[in-house]
């Protein structure tokens, strides 16, 4: 069992907890609603508790939408990207419903809201980092401005944001977490997930279950 009560600070990451990422939202992730009730009781075991919004213009170059006879899931070239952007189904537009928290998820527990991908020529995966890999979200600078060093990455989907901002946060030297039953993953193509939870694994990242946490853990 994981012991928190150690003298170390923990973090939570709630990765795009959003309608559009839930059953019957336009870009649904297969029961994506079903770790809501797991985030929700995980919260009090942290210090701090970030959570992420995917937060993009309707003109959004990731939608497939905006590009002629594309569909979504087509994958484009795009310069300076240095890889494939990925066509989606128009998601998380600002402002509406979609991009509006999972009802249930309780927001009193939550400390700061960062909102991702508002460039609407450039996609944005990690928590850190834009797809161009320099802009900064300034997430880096609050937790290591705190001095967080442990974090513990839930939440949407697992093989996109989640993936992404786990390696980005290992390549910034925390010590991260995937707490696997409070996150889910797209899986297109199918066996992607597999993979890029090998990926996490073999680049340190930490996978755990929910009930390994102590909710008891003092955070000093
Ligand atoms: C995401 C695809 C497009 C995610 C965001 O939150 O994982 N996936 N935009
Ligand atoms: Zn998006």
Redesign the pocket.
């Known amino acids: 069992m994981l012991d928190l009560r150690r003298k170390t600070k923990g973090i939570l990451l709630v990765?795009?907890v959003?309608n559009d990422?839930c059953p019957g939202g336009s870009?649904e992730?297969k029961e994506g609603d079903r770790i809501v009730e797991i985030v929700n009781r995980i919260m009090p075991c942290f210090c701090k508790v970030v959570a992420?919004q995917?937060w993009?213009p309707k003109e959004h170059i990731?939608f497939a939408s905006n590009h002629s006879s594309k569909e979504p899931f087509d994958s484009i070239e795009l310069p300076g990207l240095g890889g494939r952007q990925?066509l989606?189904p128009d998601?998380?537009v600002a402002g509406t419903s979609g991009a509006d928290f999972h009802p249930d998820l309780d927001n009193s527990g939550i400390d700061l809201i960062v909102r991702k991908?508002r460039n609407r020529n450039l996609?944005?995966?990690s928590v850190f980092y834009e797809n161009d890999r320099k802009t900064s979200t300034g997430l880096e600078y609050y937790l290591k401005g705190l001095k967080f060093e442990h974090l513990f990455l839930t939440?949407?989907?697992?093989?996109?944001?989640?993936?992404y901002s786990a390696m980005d946060a290992v390549r910034l030297g925390f010590t991260v977490y995937l707490v696997e039953d409070a996150a889910r993953g797209?899986d297109a193509p199918e066996g992607s997930l597999c993979k890029r939870l090998d990926e996490m694994k073999a680049a340190g990242v930490k996978v755990i279950q929910s009930n390994e946490l102590n909710s008891t853990w003092d955070s000093d």
């Open positions: 990765i795009d959003q990422f870009l992730v992420t995917d993009h990731s990925v989606w998601h998380c991908g996609d944005s995966y939440g949407l989907a697992t093989d996109f944001c989640v993936f797209i």
